[in-house]
């Protein structure tokens, strides 16, 4: 997941999204190619003769021969989406993040680079979803930058790779951002990034997102596309389409601290407002503070032409809210679930990551609302719905429409689409006797300090960032410790997960560098032997867990590595709601892995080792003004997902005791 603006590589790709602009006022959208020429203009298809129920996407790619190139910067910038200020995480200045294009077989490449002298922001981690037998190759530059595996297809940090350490000021940057998070902010001016190249070896709709903390709810984020062949006709590409219930008017640092804390009545937290592609207006007066709050925020606009049939990329890129998505008196032909083509099928509303056709079949002097609706029964908004509005080519752009939404009764389910619907174009059969099956189940705790916590199999997840399971599994000593949650397949070629979610809340599951058979889903415990379609089941990286029921899925173990299956509610995530699992050790451990990446990792525990003889040096007056009371140290270091590493946190402080029961694995180290 990356980014890009008009530097020589946007002149590249040549197709901007103006309404990934929405700080600088753009309104109406453009379309999308078929395919991209190097130039980046509209080329020839590489795939014309290519069918997609005759193709498995990640295994007949065409070679084009092509690099597309994107660099990005990530900084903190005050905008107003919806017409309310606040402080965002941005990619180039823009919110959403820029779109990347390519096409199926291209390889994409560039420099991501965190440092904005002047800027506060934290360490931000991308996180391209599911691919098969993407190569990246993630090149580290400077300080306090993780790399990543070769095989990628996640960068998850305590998971693939160790921190970079390369100057003196390391132990300073380390105590300063431990003091700088809990303000909600994290000084990076020393930091800078690192390179990343992968292959698009499936193509569809996708979206791009740091996996750190929760810092996607904070907007960084963007759409991808993977041009490819198609199995229904259309006119014109609309594009990416991001129904976002990440308008949180609360900074996400804030929202992960109260939902793992020891208050309940902050467990469960309500979304400010609901955007399509990045704007909604909102109601000032609703406002809790004071900051700069201006009413009838613009909206995205769409034109259409009457006759014309448009292909519209719908992402759902939000930090909880699942979506409604419909366009007044036009109906939806679902064509594809996440990089799976479907077997087409007409509904009236869609959601999630689909992609859909309408046929522009409206009244040409018409304007109509497009719309995106928050579910109230599974979801906390304070205002679900979003507009956006379409208008003909006849129709008056000064006025809003006056249409009507189509009626719809949400069933409280929280699922995606019946099973049944959702079928796979291209057919594909599942192992009928897996070769491992695990059993898995979601719920909420209370610890022993009260604070809130979402565990699988009874654990949350830690990492150790001193040891990277991709390391470990590397390795020829693979211990691995309870709170790192790892489950190992050995070389098992096919795998089975039942999941029970033995809670009341809805769960995305995703898993990483797979698409997952989803063979059954349904209320309460599965029932051990009914499946859906078991010749050709619905495929796709991300699935509903409906409160108090199951969902069923297994996927072919064919891409060596350590895949973490977590839930996608950023604040479920942030606190530890996943379970990493090691896929053919035998595999793993032919893997190059790039020299750089093993010297970033010896670095880090020369830097650790030095530090420590200078531990016993710290007195109480040293660090006296550095206090922080020892519970919210541990809430900032569970909120941040720090473990206890070789050296255990070294701090006087009232209570060691509770430092102790929270595990907390902060290091504070000598200044000087």
Same mark, same amino acid.
């Given at each position: 997941?990356?980014?890009?603006?008009?530097?020589?590589?946007?002149?590249?790709?040549?197709?901007a999204?103006?309404?990934?602009?929405?700080?600088?006022?753009?309104?109406?959208?453009?379309?999308?190619?078929?395919?991209?020429?190097e130039?980046?203009?509209?080329?020839?298809?590489?795939?014309?003769? %290519?069918?997609?129920?005759?193709?498995?996407?990640?295994?007949?790619?065409?070679?084009?021969?092509?690099?597309?190139?994107?660099?990005?910067?990530?900084?903190?910038?005050?905008?107003?989406?919806?017409?309310?200020?606040?402080?965002?995480?941005?990619?180039?200045?823009?919110?959403?993040? /820029?779109?990347?294009?390519?096409?199926?077989?291209?390889?994409?490449?560039?420099?991501?680079?965190?440092?904005?002298?002047?800027?506060?922001?934290?360490?931000?981690?991308?996180?391209?979803?599911?691919?098969?037998?993407?190569?990246?190759?993630?090149i580290?530059?400077? #300080?306090?930058v993780?790399?990543?595996?070769?095989?990628?297809?996640?960068?998850?940090?305590?998971?693939?790779?160790?921190?970079?350490?390369?100057?003196?000021?390391?132990?300073?940057?380390?105590?300063?951002?431990l003091?700088? !998070? @809990?303000?909600?902010?994290?000084?990076?001016?020393?930091?800078?990034?690192?390179?990343?190249?992968?292959?698009?070896?499936? @193509?569809?709709?996708?979206?791009?997102?740091?996996?750190?903390?929760?810092?996607f709810?904070?907007?960084?984020?963007?759409?991808?596309i993977i041009?490819?062949?198609? =199995?229904?006709?259309?006119d014109?590409?609309?594009?990416?389409?991001?129904?976002?219930?990440?308008?949180?008017?609360?900074?996400?640092?804030?929202?992960?601290?109260?939902?793992?804390?020891?208050?309940?009545?902050?467990?469960?937290?309500?979304?400010d407002?609901?955007?399509?592609?990045?704007?909604?207006?909102?109601?000032?007066?609703?406002?809790?503070?004071?900051r700069? *709050?201006?009413?009838?925020?613009? !909206?995205?606009?769409?034109?259409?032409?009457?006759g014309?049939?448009?292909?519209?990329?719908?992402?759902?890129?939000?930090?909880?809210?699942?979506?409604?998505?419909?366009?007044d008196?036009?109906?939806?032909?679902?064509?594809?679930?996440?990089?799976?083509?479907?077997?087409?099928?007409?509904?009236k509303?869609?959601?999630?990551?689909?992609?859909v056709?309408?046929?522009?079949?409206?009244?040409?002097?018409?304007?109509?609302?497009?719309?995106?609706?928050?579910?109230?029964? *599974?979801?906390?908004?304070?205002?679900?719905?979003?507009?956006?509005?379409?208008?003909y080519?006849?129709?008056?752009?000064?006025?809003?429409?006056?249409?009507?939404?189509?009626?719809?009764?949400?069933?409280?389910?929280?699922?995606?689409?019946?099973? &049944?619907? &959702?079928?796979?174009? @291209?057919?594909?059969?599942? #192992? /009928?006797?897996?070769?491992?099956?695990?059993?898995?189940?979601?719920?909420?705790?209370?610890?022993?300090?009260? %604070?809130?916590?979402?565990?699988?199999?009874?654990?949350?997840?830690? /990492?150790?960032?001193?040891?990277?399971?991709?390391?470990?599994?590397?390795?020829? =000593?693979?211990?691995?410790?309870?709170?790192?949650?790892?489950?190992?397949?050995?070389?098992?070629?096919? +795998?089975?997960?039942?999941?029970?979610?033995?809670?009341?809340?809805?769960?995305?599951?995703?898993?990483?560098?797979h698409?997952?058979?989803?063979?059954?889903?349904?209320?309460?415990?599965?029932?051990?032997? &009914?499946?859906?379609?078991?010749?050709?089941?619905?495929?796709?990286?991300?699935q509903?867990?409906?409160?108090?029921?199951?969902?069923?899925?297994?996927?072919?173990?064919?891409n060596?590595?350590?895949?973490?299956?977590?839930?996608?509610?950023?604040? =479920?995530?942030?606190?530890?709601?996943?379970?990493?699992?090691?896929?053919?050790?035998?595999?793993?451990s032919?893997?190059?892995? /790039?020299?750089?990446?093993?010297?970033? *990792?010896?670095?880090?525990?020369?830097?650790?080792?030095?530090?420590?003889?200078?531990?016993?040096?710290?007195?109480?007056?040293?660090?006296?003004?550095?206090?922080?009371?020892?519970?919210?140290?541990?809430?900032?270091?569970r909120?941040?997902?720090?473990?206890?590493?070789?050296? %255990?946190?070294?701090? +006087?402080?009232?209570?060691?005791?509770?430092?102790?029961?929270?595990?907390?694995? +902060? +290091?504070?180290?000598?200044?000087?």
């Amino acid at each position: 997941m990356l980014f890009y603006t008009c530097f020589p590589v946007f002149c590249l790709i040549g197709v901007a999204f103006s309404v990934f602009q929405s700080q600088k006022g753009e309104e109406e959208t453009t379309w999308l190619p078929e395919s991209l020429r190097e130039s980046g203009s509209p080329g020839q298809l590489l795939w014309k003769n %290519q069918i997609v129920k005759d193709s498995d996407a990640s295994r007949q790619m065409p070679n084009t021969g092509v690099t597309r190139h994107y660099d990005f910067q990530v900084s903190r910038k005050s905008l107003a989406p919806d017409g309310y200020t606040k402080n965002l995480l941005v990619a180039n200045g823009q919110f959403p993040g /820029p779109l990347i294009e390519a096409n199926w077989g291209d390889f994409i490449e560039g420099m991501r680079v965190e440092a904005v002298n002047g800027e506060r922001v934290q360490d931000a981690y991308i996180h391209f979803p599911k691919w098969s037998s993407v190569t990246t190759y993630l090149i580290p530059r400077k #300080e306090l930058v993780f790399t990543g595996t070769v095989f990628f297809r996640t960068i998850l940090r305590g998971l693939m790779v160790s921190p970079v350490s390369t100057n003196a000021q390391f132990h300073r940057a380390r105590l300063s951002r431990l003091f700088n !998070l @809990y303000n909600g902010y994290e000084d990076i001016a020393e930091l800078t990034g690192l390179s990343y190249r992968f292959r698009a070896d499936l @193509y569809g709709t996708s979206w791009y997102h740091s996996h750190f903390g929760a810092q996607f709810s904070g907007g960084l984020f963007g759409p991808m596309i993977i041009h490819g062949p198609s =199995h229904v006709d259309f006119d014109i590409d609309l594009g990416p389409i991001l129904l976002s219930d990440s308008d949180y008017h609360k900074d996400y640092h804030q929202i992960v601290e109260e939902v793992g804390g020891a208050d309940d009545t902050k467990w469960l937290q309500y979304s400010d407002n609901n955007l399509i592609n990045g704007r909604m207006s909102y109601d000032c007066s609703r406002a809790e503070d004071t900051r700069p *709050c201006s009413n009838n925020a613009p !909206l995205t606009k769409f034109k259409f032409e009457p006759g014309k049939s448009y292909k519209l990329r719908l992402i759902n890129p939000g930090s909880a809210g699942q979506q409604v998505f419909s366009i007044d008196d036009h109906d939806l032909t679902v064509i594809a679930n996440d990089f799976v083509p479907v077997k087409p099928y007409t509904t009236k509303t869609a959601g999630q990551r689909s992609d859909v056709v309408v046929k522009a079949a409206g009244d040409a002097n018409r304007a109509y609302w497009m719309r995106s609706n928050i579910s109230t029964i *599974c979801n906390l908004p304070r205002q679900p719905q979003a507009l956006a509005v379409v208008y003909y080519d006849k129709a008056d752009t000064a006025k809003q429409p006056q249409t009507l939404p189509w009626a719809y009764t949400d069933n409280g389910k929280c699922n995606n689409d019946d099973l &049944t619907r &959702t079928v796979p174009f @291209y057919p594909m059969t599942p #192992e /009928p006797h897996p070769a491992q099956t695990l059993e898995v189940v979601v719920d909420q705790k209370t610890n022993g300090e009260g %604070q809130n916590e979402w565990r699988l199999n009874q654990q949350i997840f830690r /990492p150790d960032y001193e040891r990277p399971l991709l390391s470990i599994a590397h390795g020829e =000593h693979q211990t691995y410790q309870p709170e790192w949650n790892v489950v190992q397949t050995g070389g098992r070629k096919t +795998i089975r997960l039942i999941v029970f979610n033995n809670s009341t809340i809805s769960h995305p599951m995703h898993l990483h560098g797979h698409n997952m058979y989803i063979l059954h889903d349904g209320d309460g415990p599965w029932d051990g032997h &009914t499946l859906t379609n078991p010749h050709n089941p619905q495929r796709r990286d991300v699935q509903m867990l409906r409160p108090s029921g199951h969902l069923v899925i297994q996927y072919d173990a064919d891409n060596a590595g350590v895949w973490p299956f977590h839930c996608h509610i950023a604040w =479920h995530l942030s606190l530890g709601l996943a379970m990493n699992i090691i896929e053919n050790e035998t595999g793993i451990s032919q893997i190059v892995l /790039p020299p750089i990446v093993q010297d970033n *990792c010896s670095k880090w525990h020369a830097e650790e080792d030095s530090a420590h003889a200078k531990d016993d040096l710290i007195s109480s007056t040293k660090i006296q003004k550095y206090y922080i009371s020892p519970i919210i140290l541990c809430s900032i270091s569970r909120f941040y997902g720090i473990s206890p590493a070789k050296h %255990q946190l070294r701090l +006087i402080a009232k209570s060691p005791a509770a430092l102790e029961h929270y595990r907390c694995g +902060i +290091i504070l180290k000598e200044l000087n």
